[in-house]
């Protein structure tokens, strides 16, 4: 007879089965009996919130409602492939915006405005820890090239911090040799003048 | 349930013998159900004493007329007084047959009635074929096959048990030994043993011995011989009044093929308790163990009841014996839709995976998270979409736009930011979020209007800022604000970008990216470098 009360259950306990007591079915039952509902009707709770997002409904039971959950979310996954490649076929044909370019004229102008110099400041914390600190103007892309350069250093950056303001950019950071020999701070201060020129 | 029934049996001592007044009902529904061995063992399996009756019925396989003494047996029959043997004991059949060992009569009557539920039930020929007067005569007969049968008949007395026995090795008999004069022996010895001095020879015939039998079971039958001993439970009949001769005016049509038990029970018009104790009698019998109903004393079963045990044997009785397969199913759910139910089970759990493989982000494997699953991803699938109508109506708007400045030729190399007409269109805040998760990364990126907002965790320690950085000048975003660093064993950043005007990049496409860069940094890495 375990037939009748597993068929009851057996679409909602898949993963117990291996643990049922068959000898101690009552206990079990009881035992666990809020626990599986719970676990039950959250499920179908789910189940309902799926169903009140797929527009298109055909049966209310359970396998219709994910049947019907899958069709849609393959729409809407061809759907967003469609919108996407037609954005990238608008994009390829666009023509190049030149807003940048404007972006950085205004923001060497700011940073006159507002009295922020450039500045590179290094001070050293530890042996081998080095805590600098770069104001900049803003240019496009600035922090990769920035970033670029003290990887090829050999410099190890952690901690990084990048803030902007009114068309000047602060970069502080932790400062890691590589090299395990002492680095001067003066040197470093040094280096990074000139990266900062360069970039 | 063999059990019980062989304990009744034996407290029931002599009380054994009742195998041979089982009611009508069994009787067509053994012709028609042994109409193959596979039923055959199937009854035997059920209840040994029917094999008995299943002789009588597998012996004859032809059609064929009946003798012309039929009738005359059933004048014999008819004269029968069934009264005289029933004692209302709590077990008519049992009663019957303890008068008839005292006297033939009870047995002949017994046998009559087979013969005439044989008459009836089974459709024209064989068992009219059975001529009652011809069984003595061809007892001795070694030649037909058949009769071998009835020299055991003749063997052992006054000994129901083993006559039940031997009639239960007679049930072993399969269709092939379809003998007439086997059944045409029974017949003549009802007949001939009607006198109640003629009880050694329907002893006889009920009694068949077990190495004879044995020998003429087929190699292959499956059907099982009981123990000779075990005393076969008592079928009740629950009423006295098995012999009567309502049966002969029963006149119940031919089942043109072997009915369910079910159906069977419905044709016996239900007026008559005793088809109807009958056949509960019959269905408990046929499916034996049941050592219930074996207790019913004299009171008339329902015709409900009849259903409702016919139900429970039914379902045992087929659950016992998965070869009859999915009979009638009476049975509860459970039987009956076994196998769909087990396919609706493995259809659900394919489209549940189906669901988890679609849905990018794949966390716990139970229903409950993969449908909460899909929903977060149909909610992100929507805002995607919105977000890619709102930048293609933009890209558009703008294209537009360059043409009619174009056209228009006033322009200086400086485009106005935003066009009046074009706020129109773009009224609508971009907003757009969604997350993605990989082995290693986890990203969440947030669109509002033109700032684009990203949080990233990654598990490994690599120095991931030149990497992105290095993808979000590819995606065109202008970082404005890095702020993040190790947590435990992770690197957690945030990037606060601006989208530069101009650019079409959508939240999935920065996230999509930003996880590729990531991957295959890590990959690149060897694992023994990030371990610190």
């Known amino acids: 007879m375990e037939f009748v009360g597993s068929a009851s259950t057996q679409s909602c306990i898949t993963q117990k089965r291996g643990r049922r007591v068959y000898g101690d079915d009552r206990d079990f039952k009881s035992k666990n009996l809020t626990a599986e509902r719970r676990r039950r009707e959250k499920l179908s709770n789910r189940l309902l919130t799926l169903r009140s997002l797929v527009p298109i409904i055909t049966n209310m039971n359970k396998a219709t409602i994910v049947e019907d959950a899958i069709t849609y979310i393959e729409k809407l996954q061809m759907t967003v492939k469609v919108l996407s490649d037609q954005l990238l076929e608008m994009e390829s044909s666009s023509e190049e915006s030149e807003r940048p370019r404007n972006d950085e004229i205004n923001a060497a102008e700011e940073m006159k405005k507002h009295g922020i110099e450039e500045k590179v400041e290094v001070t050293n914390v530890d042996g081998c820890k080095l805590w600098i600190r770069i104001i900049s103007k803003k240019k496009r892309s600035r922090i990769t090239k920035f970033l670029e350069a003290m990887a090829s250093h050999g410099f190890e950056l952690s901690d990084t911090n990048v803030t902007t303001f009114k068309g000047a950019t602060l970069i502080s950071s932790c400062l890691n040799g590589v090299y395990s020999y002492k680095i001067e701070a003066e040197q470093v201060k040094e280096l990074l003048q000139e990266i900062i020129k360069s970039i | ?532």
């Not at chain 2, 195998?19 to 053994?30: A, M, R, V, W, Y």
């Not at chain 2, 069984?135 to 020299?151: K, V, W």
């Not at chain 2, 429970?312 to 049975?331: H, M, Q, W």
């Open chain 2, 1 to 532: 349930m063999r059990e019980r029934e062989r304990e009744r049996e034996r407290q029931r001592g002599s009380r054994s013998q009742t195998l041979l007044l089982l009611p009508d009902p069994i009787f067509f529904i053994n012709f028609f159900y042994l109409q193959n061995s596979r039923l055959l063992s199937l009854l035997n399996k059920i209840h040994p004493s029917l094999i008995f009756i299943h002789c009588f019925f597998l012996l004859q396989t032809d059609r064929r007329q009946p003798p012309d003494n039929h009738p005359k047996m059933y004048e014999e029959t008819g004269c029968f007084d069934p009264n005289s043997m029933a004692e209302g004991g709590d077990d008519g059949i049992s009663q019957s047959v303890k008068h008839h060992k005292e006297d033939d009569a009870a047995v002949s009557a017994i046998e009559l009635e087979l013969q005439k539920h044989l008459a009836f039930n089974v459709e024209d020929t064989h068992t009219q074929s059975i001529s009652i007067n011809s069984n003595t005569h061809s007892i001795h007969d070694p030649a037909n096959q058949n009769h071998q049968i009835l020299p055991p008949y003749e063997h052992s007395h006054s000994n129901w048990d083993s006559g039940v026995v031997s009639a239960d090795h007679m049930g072993g008999f399969d269709q092939n030994e379809n003998d007439q004069s086997q059944q045409s022996f029974i017949n003549t010895d009802i007949s001939s043993s009607f006198a109640q001095s003629q009880t050694p020879p329907l002893l006889n015939l009920l009694q068949f011995p077990r190495c004879t039998t044995s020998s003429m079971l087929p190699p292959n039958s499956s059907i099982s011989f009981t123990n000779p001993d075990h005393h076969f439970p008592v079928p009740p009949p629950t009423s006295t009044d098995v012999l009567y001769d309502p049966l002969f005016h029963l006149n119940l049509p031919p089942q043109p093929q072997p009915p369910l038990f079910r159906e069977l029970f419905q044709s016996i018009p239900h007026g008559y308790s005793f088809p109807a104790s009958a056949s509960r009698a019959a269905a408990n019998s046929l499916f034996g163990e049941i050592g219930d109903e074996r207790d019913a004393t004299g009171a008339f079963y329902e015709d409900g009841d009849v259903g409702v045990h016919l139900d429970n044997r039914v379902l045992e009785f087929s659950r016992d014996l998965g070869c009859i397969g999915r009979r009638r199913e009476t049975a509860g759910k459970p039987t009956k839709h076994f196998a769909t139910e087990r396919q609706r089970r493995e259809q659900l759990n394919g489209k549940f995976k189906a669901l988890k493989d679609l849905v990018p982000n794949p966390t716990k494997n139970d229903r409950a998270s993969v449908v909460g699953d899909a929903i977060e991803y149909i909610k992100e699938l929507l805002r995607t979409v919105n977000e890619l109508k709102l930048l293609v109506e933009k890209k558009r708007c703008v294209r537009e736009r360059r043409k009619r400045h174009r056209t228009e030729d006033d322009d200086e190399g400086m485009k106005p930011l935003v066009d009046p007409a074009d706020q129109s269109y773009n009224s609508s805040l971009r907003s757009s979020w969604l997350q993605r998760k990989s082995k290693d990364t986890e990203v969440d990126v947030r669109i509002i209007d033109d700032e684009v907002t990203i949080k990233l965790v990654q598990r490994k320690k690599i120095d991931c800022l030149l990497f992105v950085s290095r993808v979000l000048d590819e995606l065109q975003l202008d970082l404005h604000h890095v702020a993040g660093g190790h947590i435990g064993d992770y690197y957690s950043f945030l990037f606060n970008t601006k989208i530069y005007e101009g650019s079409s990049v959508y939240a999935g496409s920065i996230a999509n990216k930003l996880i590729e860069v990531m991957d295959k940094q890590y990959a690149a890495v060897p694992p023994t470098s990030c371990a610190y």
